[in-house]
């Protein structure tokens, strides 16, 4: 049997990790069990009915919490216990959340999480997803942990990745040495391996975009648009659109087959509706560590962006190099 486990990737490839090794191993390890008990409670979400709704009392007399609750509550749970973590961030809190774990004061590190990505298709069985970046923190161990600490750009990441809830259960992450696909094997409970060191394409025919917003988009993505529909056997246009709505599944399904995912800014958002913190750098990261691009549209990296709040927007394309300095060449 060739089945290479998380847990033994994990300790197999530590000593490319940077800093104390033991620290993020253990980290790593505690993501890995709060995605595993997230995608449990993903499976159950269409029992909704039988269980109870969001906010109603179910038989067995507990709350029935919404996904994005149990998400984040679960990431804390798993974190506060190992101490590597003092502070984490989450699209779902407006402020940042010191853990208050025994040991978390001392943590070295940081996390932002969107503990629910693609939230609107819960309730109609679509691919959702978690996506989580992992920081250094600046402030001395042992202090309580500031905003800065986890107000940092993406060049500075030591670790992010997401999984994805779809026909399986999929953790994607890099460590900053290529990225890595484990698929959860739900026989044995565990995460094992299934791409080592994945390489996007660097062209594809797949552009994901909501297309519906196209009347408020930059001049630039509307020609880019035309261009993609145009019929050129040669240069094989037109291409294929392809959108979910759950940023993580659409990423995911481009990272494999090439493709380009775009969410620019409109006129009612004017920096997109993207995240920096929870959604752009994080998974700039994963793409650029695949070998494609990602940027702002205004020639800046994601990952050199510098964050000023946590909530803050951006404007993204990213995905195959090749077919993201093509909406690039349009928007001039
Ligand atoms: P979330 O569920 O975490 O709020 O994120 C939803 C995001 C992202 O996953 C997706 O790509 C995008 O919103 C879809 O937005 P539109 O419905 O505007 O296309
Ligand atoms: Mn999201
Ligand atoms: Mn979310």
Redesign the pocket.
Known sequence: MNITTLGQFIIEKQNDFPYAKGELSRLLRDIGIAAKMISREVNKAGLTHILGDHGSVNVQGEDVKKLDIIGNETFIWALSRGGEVCMMAS?ENDEVIPLEGEFSKNGNYVICI?P?????NIDVNVSIGTIFSIYRRISPAGTNPTLADALQAGNQLVAAGYVVYGTSTMLVFSTGKGVNAFTLDPSIGEFCLSQSMVQTPKSGSIYSI?EGNAAEFPEGIKQYLSWAKEKNSEEKRPLTARYI???VA?FHRNLLKGGVFI?PPTAKSPNG??RLMF?GIPMAYICEQAGGKATNGKGQSILDIEPETLHQRVPVIMGSLNMVEKVEAFLG
Do not use: A, P, Q, V
């Not at 629910?116 to 609107?120: E, R, V």
């Open positions: 699209e969107d629910l990505d693609g939230s609107s909501n709505g759950s940023m659409d969410y509706k993207l959604e």
